[in-house]
């Protein structure tokens, strides 16, 4: 914490609904010089045809297990899900929460999101509760979800539950030709000791998204919230 935040901890497989194999993403993230990379596929969602399920869990853990250990002194390898908070798509209590906590974090998507049928975090909570890793909410467009709210609360009901806020580089995830985490500074500037944060691009298909981090980078920068990232 304090430096460069080298980090790209959102990124898909052919585990669920990525092109490519955990082994190139994070051979190209090494190559790209990050020092944290996780794979974080979709976990038991209908959003993909076909997502992460409990009967492969242990066989996705194992491989990324491996690849932590390949690489290890070199760059850190995170497992990690990424979890639908839309109820009708993931079925939130049939979670495998004894897998979930043997990773070493998870993304939720679209928390209290209506747009896209997202849950709220009280909502979520009792789930929350039950994982005993940190927990995310990705691409998370703050701003729009969060308009009526005062931004000191936002942060004070994000440490409440204990969750961390991507920065999410991905040009899918702009609004106004703006990135959500731009739209929603007024935010980011209130979680300085409160929220935690990560850096992640959401890579599914270009290999070179796994290293698309310099935006988000520059915005820690900015702020002077290099010491509030995740790792």
């Known amino acids: 914490m304090g430096t460069d935040p080298l980090m790209n901890l959102h990124n898909h497989t052919q585990y669920s609904d990525g092109w490519h194999t955990p082994e190139e993403v ?21 959003k993909v045809p076909r997502p992460l399920t409990s009967d492969g869990f242990e066989r996705y853990r194992r491989n990324l297990l491996a690849l932590k250990e390949m690489y ?3 760059m850190q390898v995170l497992a990690g899900v990424e979890i639908d908070s839309n109820p ?21 998507e679209y928390v209290q999101d209506r747009q896209h049928g997202g849950a709220s975090i009280k909502e979520l ?40 806020v991507e920065v999410s580089t991905s040009d899918f995830y702009r609004r106004d030709g703006k990135p959500f985490f731009v739209l929603g500074e007024r935010f980011f500037r209130q979680f300085g000791g409160k ?18 981090i310099r935006s988000g980078q520059e915005f820690v920068r900015r702020l002077a919230l290099q010491d509030m990232m995740l790792y």
Do not use: Y
């Not at 051979?27 to 038991?44: C, F, K, S």
């Not at 009708?88 to 939720?108: G, K, S, T």
């Open 195 to 212: 929220v935690r944060l990560s850096i992640g691009t959401d890579m599914h298909r270009r290999l070179d998204e796994v290293v698309n």
């Open 125 to 164: 909570a009792p789930i929350f509760e039950r994982i005993k890793v940190p927990i995310g909410l990705c691409h998370w467009d703050v701003d729009r979800i969060f308009e009526d709210n005062r931004p000191e609360e936002v942060a004070e009901l994000l440490a409440s539950h204990g969750l961390f």
């Open 88 to 108: 009708e798509r993931c079925d939130l209590e049939a979670l495998p929460f004894d897998q979930i906590n043997r990773l070493d974090l998870v993304l939720f």
């Open 72 to 74: 290890s002194g070199r």
């Open 26 to 46: 994070v051979q190209r993230a090494w190559q790209g010089g990050l020092r944290q990379v996780a794979i974080t596929d979709h976990l038991m969602t209908s």
